[in-house]
């Protein structure tokens, strides 16, 4: 019968060969980047005697720097027919009207349940990628869980806009929000 020193001993090194796994299983991935991946590459300028050029972080496009086209491209032909002729001040009442002022405002500095339209226009140019800004707001109306803007939840705005509105009141709608923009139109 083996002694008690002798398990004790055989636990503490089968304790200890855990230990060591775990604490390899653990260890950082050598080849994971834990520095800018660009490093490498200013390195090897600074190496050949090269000017390091640190790449300006770049400015989101703003709506004004949009041609026509690109604003209203991708919309459904009737819905654009109808934005053609929009009254953006009648959007502004059936923002009133339909309720979406109790979620939504104008002033960035007001909290509410849905993002803010502070310059929404603007916002809606990189919103999703390859969607012009009116097609996003067709969608974010028509279609609220298409795109779920970051940090706000999903399923609180009401998803039957569609339904209650008519092709020229969502036009409407989607013009006014385009005037939110920081060029001011
Ligand atoms: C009950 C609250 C509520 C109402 C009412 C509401 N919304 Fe929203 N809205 C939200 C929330 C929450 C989000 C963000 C989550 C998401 O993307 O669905 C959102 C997102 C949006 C966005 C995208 C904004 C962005 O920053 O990308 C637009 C545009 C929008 N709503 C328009 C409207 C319009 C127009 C109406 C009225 C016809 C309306 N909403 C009514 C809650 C609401």
Same mark, same amino acid.
């Given at each position: ?7 004790? $001993?055989?636990?503490?090194? !089968? ?8 604490? %390899? #299983?653990? /260890?950082?991935?050598?080849? %994971? ?22 790449? #300006?972080?770049?400015? /989101?496009?703003?709506? /004004? =720097? ?10 459904? =032909?009737?819905?654009?027919? #109808?934005?053609? +002729? /929009? &009254?953006?001040?009648? *959007?502004?009442?059936? %923002?009133?009207?339909? *309720?979406?002022? !109790?979620?939504? %405002? ?6 509410? @349940? ?7 226009? &603007?916002?809606?140019? +990189?919103?999703?990628? !390859? ?5 996003? $707001?067709?969608?974010?109306? @028509?279609?609220?869980?298409? $795109? ?5 939840? #999903? ?19 989607? &013009? ?5 923009? !920081?060029?001011?139109?």
């Amino acid at each position: 019968m083996k002694s008690l020193r002798a398990r004790r $001993f055989g636990w503490i090194m !089968g304790l200890s060969l855990v230990a060591v796994l775990l604490l %390899a #299983a653990c /260890a950082p991935d050598p080849t %994971a980047l834990i520095i800018s991946p660009q490093l490498g590459e200013q390195m090897a300028a600074l190496e050949a005697g090269n000017e390091v050029v640190v790449a #300006a972080p770049t400015e /989101a496009p703003k709506l /004004a =720097d949009l041609a026509p086209e690109a604003v209203t491209a991708g919309l459904p =032909d009737d819905v654009a027919a #109808a934005l053609a +002729s /929009a &009254d953006p001040a009648n *959007g502004e009442q059936l %923002a009133l009207a339909r *309720g979406c002022v !109790g979620c939504h %405002a104008l002033d960035p500095a007001v909290t509410m @349940t849905g993002p803010t339209w502070h310059n929404v226009g &603007d916002t809606a140019v +990189s919103r999703v990628p !390859g969607e012009s800004p009116a097609l996003y $707001f067709y969608h974010s109306i @028509t279609n609220p869980n298409l $795109f779920v803007v970051p940090n706000y939840p #999903a399923n609180i705005m009401p998803a039957n806009y569609s339904e209650q509105l008519s092709t020229q009141e969502l036009a409407d709608l989607i &013009d006014y929000l385009l005037q939110q923009n !920081g060029a001011g139109g």
